[in-house]
């Protein structure tokens, strides 16, 4: 009988153990997918987007002729000429198809330099590491709201310090018309992503009537997620025309 019962024990304690081995090797299954989908999320798709992004800003340039050059100092707003209507000369015949890269963006600060394309759908636009522009809203120059979203994370992620944006930083479009420096202005730390007024003609926030402007202007809206690594809320970053000529 005390036989039985020792075997009885044996075998149970063996099958114990089996199972923890099992759950263990589950656990570190799991682990290691959790640690890929990690790494394919922050660095794979960062990569391959920058990339992507780069090879488009190449391939503008080479249509547009001639290589951009090297960023100017930011213009001082305080100085700088009223802005004066848009370039009259080689303008677009049709708007931008969708999804198509048609300008670049450079921060000089933040070392940012990305396409825009027309549209702000993640698949299409946002996820290939472009920044997108907002249908419906003006173009760069234009009198009215040049307005635009990007990646604050992933992807390529080229408005991940737009936060870190002082009044008077450099906010550079190049497009085949002509090139168009905007004067960091104001900032809106936080709004909901409903907040639609933050892109309107005269941008003021519907959630926080404070922020914006009250009166027509040529203006660039760039838009992105907060806080990191959510898409709770949205940061929004406003500049103002300061200079422009024909390319």
């Not at 825009?116 to 234009?142: E, F, K, N, S």
């Not at 085949?176 to 905007?182: N, S």
């Not at 900032?187 to 959630?207: F, H, K, N």
């Amino acid at each position: 009988m005390r036989q039985r019962r020792g075997a009885g024990r044996r075998r149970a304690r063996a099958a114990l153990a089996r199972g923890l081995w099992a759950a263990a090797e589950v656990t570190v299954t799991l682990g290691v997918v959790v640690l890929l989908l990690v790494v394919h999320q922050l660095w794979w798709t960062n990569r391959q987007a920058q990339e992507r992004a780069e090879r488009t800003v190449q391939r503008l340039e080479r249509d547009w002729g001639s290589r951009a050059g090297g960023p100017e100092p930011a213009p001082d707003p305080a100085t700088a000429p009223a802005p004066a209507p848009a370039p009259t000369r080689r303008e677009p015949r049709d708007p931008p198809r969708w999804d198509q890269a048609y300008a670049v963006l450079r921060i000089p600060r933040l070392g940012v330099v990305a396409p825009v394309a027309q549209g702000v759908g993640r698949r299409g636009v946002l996820d290939q590491g472009y920044i997108g522009h907002y249908p419906g809203t003006a173009q760069p120059g234009r009198a009215g709201n040049f307005a635009v979203a990007g990646h604050r994370n992933t992807h390529g992620e080229p408005f991940r310090y737009i936060n870190r944006l002082r009044s008077g930083d450099m906010v550079r479009i190049e497009t085949r018309e002509g090139i168009f420096d905007y004067a960091v202005d104001r900032r809106l730390a936080q709004t909901t992503p409903r907040d639609t007024g933050v892109i309107e003609p005269v941008p003021r926030s519907l959630v926080r009537p404070s922020a914006g402007y009250g009166e027509p202007g040529y203006y660039l809206t760039m838009t992105t997620c907060t806080p990191e690594f959510s898409s709770r809320y949205r940061l929004v970053v406003w500049a103002k025309l300061t200079s422009m000529r024909p390319r």
